[in-house]
């Protein structure tokens, strides 16, 4: 099977202004995954973005920056889908031959070639149509509340809170995406259109390394946790 990586990033992010190119640890964002991706067993990988210093950055830390992403595809609500096949599509076009399996990795910053080459395994050998990373849920869906029009606090799930329902050592183990890898094969994308479809599995990340950055808490938050647990960028491969 081949295997295509897509780094996305692009520069108008609204919550964290520029934040692909912030530095974290002494790197841009958007170098840890990329620096993760090229030392995958991954068979190439390109730079997504519509954002010159973007690109430029990708080009120092090794990445292929040739392809662009149109300006629409750079909008708040652009489908993660679409910007996936558009890209699939080029390198395809580039190379004059199909890609079986293209994998999205958003700048997680955490995010190990290991747990990368992982999700590659699970759709290549498991038998799935696609394989996300995952961590376990710090805050139990039946511990969550809405408030009603009226003000008050609803359970979420229907029943209340108390008795087994207290204690998170009863609740059943639940999963949320890290949003740092995900692996599908090509019809998943152009028939499905979607990143999470049916016949997923998962591989699961240790919390720190899950660490989703949105907005400047936490951007603050991964600075503290990389620096208390060692983390460093993966090393150019030559």
């Not at 520069?11 to 002494?26: E, Q």
């Amino acid at each position: 099977m081949r295997n295509l990586g897509i780094v996305v990033a692009r520069a108008a992010s609204k919550r964290l202004p520029l934040k692909n190119l912030k530095s974290l640890l002494g790197h841009p964002l958007v170098a840890w995954s990329l620096r993760a991706a090229l030392a995958s067993r991954l068979d190439r990988v390109i730079l997504s973005t519509e954002d010159e210093r973007i690109a430029e950055v990708g080009r120092q830390y090794g990445a292929d920056i040739r392809y662009r992403r149109p300006m629409p595809l750079a909008e708040d609500f652009a489908g993660s889908e679409e910007i996936a096949e558009h890209a699939l599509d080029w390198a395809e076009a580039d190379e004059g031959r199909r890609y079986d399996v293209v994998t999205v990795l958003q700048p997680t910053p955490f995010v190990e070639l290991s747990t990368i080459n992982a999700c590659l395994e699970e759709v290549q050998v498991a038998g799935c149509m696609g394989c996300i990373t995952a961590r376990a849920c710090a805050e139990p869906p039946a511990w969550l509340f809405r408030r009603d029009e009226s003000g008050f606090a609803t359970p979420w799930l229907e029943g209340e809170v108390r008795g087994q329902r207290e204690h998170s050592q009863f609740l059943e183990k639940l999963y949320i995406p890290t949003g740092a890898v995900y692996a599908n094969r090509v019809d998943v994308i152009r028939t499905q259109r979607t990143h999470i479809g049916r016949s997923l599995r998962f591989v699961l990340m240790e919390r720190e390394r899950g660490v989703d950055i949105d907005d400047e808490f936490d951007f603050v938050m991964a600075e503290a946790v990389g620096r208390h647990r060692g983390f460093d960028i993966t090393p150019l491969q030559r």
